[in-house]
T-cell receptor
Framework: QKEVEQNSGPLSVPEGAIASLNCTYS??????FFWYRQYSGKSPELIMF????GDKEDGRFTAQLNKASQYVSLLIRDSQPSDSATYLC???????????FGSGTRLLVRP | GAGVSQSPRYKVAKRGQDVALRCDPI?????LFWYQQALGQGPEFLTY????????KSGLPSDRFFAERPEGSVSTLKIQRTQQEDSAVYLC???????????FGPGTRLLVL
């Protein structure tokens, strides 16, 4: 079992819809959770981070964390074609500092 | 100031050649990380520096990989006797401190023929 799991996709949504991206992790001691966006041929770009259970909103993005169920999700409201990219979930374990990444979910927003 | 920079952006090497990849972190960032990203995968941790000290090199795939950060700023990842399986994107990230948010450079795309 991989430490961080994501559905590879592609997740296809129409423009203006809500895109929901999910991630599960295996280390119960994990404390820091990150969503990075990666366009093809580019490096990962930080979208959001979340440390506490619950929701965290930033513009069109909402990160949700449920430590009991060991999942973290990213909601993108009013999806735009420019949101089409691979979204990487990353976790830092409780006693660590390394980012452990999932393989990423490819999001395609159809005009 | 500026973000993390890396050079070269692309490198083609013949199998058996040595390569050196450079990373210039964000000014003032104490922590520096190297990751390797294979096609279609998420980045994987290689090594970590706190200032000039290499505190973790557990992710380096073999003893052909060597990293240094002698003055606590610029870092170099060196790969000796490159093999085809070394072909990947090498990403450098820096952060204010080890548990703070990591910011990535543009990466170096290495192709070993």
């Amino acid at each position: 079992q991989k430490e961080v799991e994501q559905n590879s996709g592609p997740l296809s949504v129409p423009e203006g819809a809500i895109a929901s991206l999910n991630c599960t992790y295996s280390d119960r001691g994990s404390q820091s959770f990150f969503w990075y966006r990666q366009y093809s041929g580019k490096s990962p770009e930080l979208i959001m981070f979340i440390y506490s259970n619950g929701d965290k909103e930033d513009g069109r993005f909402t990160a949700q964390l449920n430590k009991a169920s060991q999942y973290v999700s990213l909601l993108i409201r009013d999806s735009q074609p420019s949101d089409s990219a691979t979204y990487l979930c990353a976790v830092i374990g409780g006693s660590s500092y390394k980012l452990i990444f999932g393989s990423g979910t490819r999001l395609l927003v159809r005009p | 100031g500026a973000g993390v920079s890396q050079s070269p952006r692309y490198k083609v090497a013949k199998r058996g050649q040595d390569v050196a990849l450079r990373c210039d972190p964000i000014s003032g960032h104490v922590s520096l990380f190297w990751y390797q990203q294979a096609l279609g995968q998420g980045p994987e941790f290689l090594t970590y520096f706190q200032n000039e000290a290499q505190l973790d090199k557990s992710g380096l795939p073999s003893d052909r990989f060597f990293a240094e950060r002698p003055e606590g700023s610029v870092s170099t990842l060196k790969i000796q006797r490159t093999q085809q399986e070394d072909s990947a994107v090498y990403l450098c990230a820096s952060s204010l401190d080890r548990k703070e948010t990591q910011y990535f450079g543009p990466g170096t795309r290495l192709l070993v023929l």
